[in-house]
């Protein structure tokens, strides 16, 4: 997990982060310290010091795992947004029952897995075999079509006793037999023996050939035929019978190809939709394997476990390592916030977003997006979040994922009508269980991570224990939620990713980032398209680039080089103003969170997450029956 900003400062600070992560634009690794450190009015994330606790709870068989879901669905019941962001197991091979379970499983899996990429291999191969077959005959009917055509041109040329039109079309009559005549010399009358073929006759009377194709399907007569190409008599002959030879077997040739293709065609159809389906089923199987994570998946996680007291390398035991998020809103009374529960969209420069953002967004046809209590949305902190959850998960996130997340909040502060619902005929879509949220951007956070472990005991005996090591409730702002939204997706984007790539689906692009087959091909041959298997029409009427406008992106990648510069000057300066004593009094920011700490953090916004606290404290207590409470 990525650290947070801390604050408000100077009660609660983080200082500074160093970060190395790859420009996508250049491709260089750069190195960056991050300042984490929230100033009154810029933000709030800290724990009440009494709101950390590590709670040991002990448990007949079942019951731990029962009382941890009962409080999940009690976080609901409350008005919770639950999220689980990390899963490890870890099963020693002294507990066989359980061991042999979860390896028979996993070895399941793989086998399943390996199974399907040999049955999607050989589909695909498959497919090729069949593909290449079937673009071979699509190339016979294409030569048949256009000698129909041509047929057809020069019967309508001869009707109208047009000398041009028949000339032509003529022409075109003779070239689009041409290929067939040749098919049939070459696969057909070749073999009929030595003496007996056009090749074999052709030291004789070296024209035949030739004249062969200039024969058209209606010379059929020997008279016609000599008095057509000038030729001997017995050469007439050979023609008409060779002629007559090649009518048949193109009558024949032609019903083959036809009934041929047909088939062809439904086994092509069924291999490539075998394919896809075959890819299908392996989404699910990789997901579940890839689900049992290990905590040895590190040489240092594997070495601390080695070592670890419970000596799972000896012990009949099982550790199962999980990590909850959980947030909602509270208010403090009192305070007052500009926008209302249901208002109208705010603009992207009021939400925060600068200038470079603000065109990626309308890019997207995004001009406008939801109030949130707290405006403006987008700040430095949110920014920095984005870059920490690049340089730690190796995702790229971008303004367009703030706003998706942005909207998924508005919607939990929201009625149903605006999400095409009313309450006569119920909401098209849940809003949210539990009670509504309040009207702040004040949340109550939750972490949870929970270890459980499962101990069978020499003499037989089993039993549960829960440790919740270091659960708390602290207080945060809308924009270390937005910070936490971000970095959940950049983990669920990294375990797709890697089932996408490992289906094919996508490869690694830009640095952050993955990039689908299509485009992938699109960028190393743009000449082609590889859906229809031609030349690229969009590609032909593309206009090459001119000097001018390389010299022009030239100018602007200058330009924004020397934004950036400026931008880390002016940090470097606030900086410094900072450790001076001068910031806050030169720079007073515009916020929509508190600015006037003092005692309102002790008295009033501490409160909720102490409240929250004790309230999931009692409930686990109470759950594992512990006296007194």
């Not at 024209?207 to 007439?236: G, N």
């Not at 075998?274 to 699910?284: A, C, E, G, N, Q």
């Not at 515009?590 to 005692?599: D, N």
């Amino acid at each position: 997990m990525i650290p947070y900003p801390a604050g408000p400062c100077p009660v609660c600070c983080t200082d500074s982060e160093k970060i190395e992560y790859v420009d996508p634009e250049t491709g260089k690794k750069i190195k960056e310290t991050l300042n984490l450190n929230m100033y009154p009015g810029e933000g709030i994330f800290a724990p009440p010091l009494e709101s950390v606790k590590y709670l040991d709870l002990e448990f007949p068989m079942g019951a731990g795992s029962g009382t941890y879901i009962s409080l999940l669905y009690q976080l609901g019941k409350w008005g919770y947004d639950i999220y689980e962001v990390q899963h490890s197991i870890e099963v020693s091979p002294i507990y066989k029952d359980y061991y042999s379970l979860v390896m028979e499983q996993k070895q399941q899996l793989d086998s399943q897995i390996r199974n399907g990429f040999a049955a999607l291999m050989q589909a695909v191969q498959d497919f090729e075999l069949i593909d290449h077959d079937l673009r071979k005959y699509s190339e016979y009917l294409k030569w048949f079509a256009d000698l129909v055509k041509a047929k057809k041109k020069y019967e309508k040329a001869q009707k109208i006793k047009n000398k041009d039109g028949i000339r032509r079309a003529q022409e075109e009559y003779r070239e689009a037999q041409h290929v067939i005549k040749s098919m049939f010399i070459d696969q057909v009358d070749a073999h009929t023996g030595e003496g007996l073929s056009l090749r074999g006759i052709a030291p004789r009377w070296p024209t035949i050939i030739s004249d062969f194709m200039d024969l058209f399907d209606d010379d059929v007569d020997v008279s016609d035929i000599q008095e057509r190409l000038d030729v001997p008599r017995a050469e007439a002959i050979i023609l008409k019978t060779k002629q007559e030879l090649y009518l048949d077997w193109k009558e024949r040739f032609l019903t083959n190809i036809i009934s041929r293709y047909k088939r062809l065609k439904q086994l092509a159809m069924g291999r490539k939709y075998s394919i896809k389906d075959t890819r299908d089923d392996l989404i699910p199987l990789i997901s579940r394997y890839k689900a049992v994570k290990d905590m040895r998946s590190t040489p240092k996680e594997a070495v601390d476990l080695a070592h670890h007291w419970l000596r799972p390398d000896s012990q009949a035991l099982s550790l199962d390592n999980t990590l909850v998020w959980a947030w909602k809103p509270f208010v403090i009374k009192g305070e007052p916030f500009p926008y209302p529960r249901i208002g109208k969209d705010i603009t992207l420069k009021e939400a925060g977003f600068n200038r470079d953002e603000r065109k990626i967004l309308k890019k997207e046809g995004i001009t406008e997006i939801p109030p949130l209590p707290g405006v403006p949305i987008m700040d430095k902190h949110v920014r920095n979040i984005m870059k920490m959850i690049y340089a730690e998960h190796g995702v790229r996130l971008s303004v367009v994922d703030v706003v998706r997340h942005v909207e998924d909040l508005h919607r939990n502060f929201s009625s149903p009508e605006p999400y095409e619902g009313d309450f006569l005929r119920g909401p098209a879509e849940a809003i949210r269980a539990g009670p509504r949220w309040e009207w702040s951007p004040y949340y109550i956070f939750v972490k949870l991570p929970v270890e459980k472990l499962v101990l069978k005991l020499p003499n037989g005996t089993m039993l549960e224990d829960m440790m919740f090591n270091g659960m708390q409730a602290a207080n945060a702002t809308q924009n270390i939620i937005i910070g936490h939204l971000l970095e959940r997706q950049a983990i669920l984007e990294k375990d797709r990713r890697e089932i996408a790539m490992m289906l094919g689906y996508e490869d690694l692009g830009a640095p952050g980032r993955t990039t689908k087959i299509d485009e992938i091909l699109q960028r190393e041959y743009p000449e082609f398209d590889f859906d229809r298997g031609e030349i690229s029409a969009r590609w032909l009427e593309k206009e090459p680039k001119t000097k001018g406008e390389e010299d022009k992106k030239a100018v602007v990648k200058g330009f924004e080089s020397f934004k950036q510069n400026l931008g880390k000057i002016e940090s470097q300066s606030k900086e410094v103003l900072r450790k001076l004593g001068l910031d806050g009094l030169l720079f007073f920011y515009k916020t929509p969170y508190e600015k006037l700490m003092h005692s309102r953090m002790a008295r009033q916004m501490q409160r909720g997450p102490g409240i929250a606290f004790l309230e999931i404290d009692a409930f686990l207590k109470k759950k594992a029956g512990v006296p007194g409470v």
